[in-house]
């Protein structure tokens, strides 16, 4: 697992690097959230490519769990990628809930995830 951070004026944000770390799973989340809270920062970014595909499928429940992770350890995700491609009404709107409570983020680039995350 490869982590890089960005400093901000007031943030800090963990961003992990390339496609050899995969999110298969909530354990993967939360040990992900671990090694940047542990570098002092709860912010984190990755690509859609980093997840399991899975992840898109809500019948998994793996969002729904990744998502957990993240709230119950009071970490903030931005996940960076183009969603516009899943035609899932459910996922669509699981986006939709994300974005407006700001813990898990769901933004086309990532200037956008460290604005989302700077908020």
Do not use: H, W
């Not at 995969?22 to 354990?27: A, H, R, S």
């Not at 898990?104 to 460290?114: D, G, K, L, P």
Request: charged share 25%; glycine share 6%; hydrophobic share 40%.
């Amino acid at each position: 697992m490869n982590i890089k951070y960005i400093e901000t004026d007031t943030d800090k944000i963990g961003v992990l690097e390339g496609n050899d770390y995969k999110i298969n799973g909530p354990q993967e989340a939360a040990e992900l959230l671990m090694n940047c809270q542990y570098s002092g920062t709860n912010k984190v970014i990755i690509l859609a490519e980093q997840l399991d595909a899975a992840f898109f499928d809500l019948k998994t429940r793996i969002a729904g769990e990744i998502l957990q992770k993240f709230s119950t350890y009071d970490g903030f995700l931005a996940i960076v990628g183009d969603f516009s491609k899943f035609s899932s009404k459910s996922l669509q709107d699981f986006i939709y809930e994300s974005n407006k409570f700001k813990r898990i983020n769901f933004v086309s680039s990532q200037e956008e995830a460290i604005k989302a995350l700077s908020e």
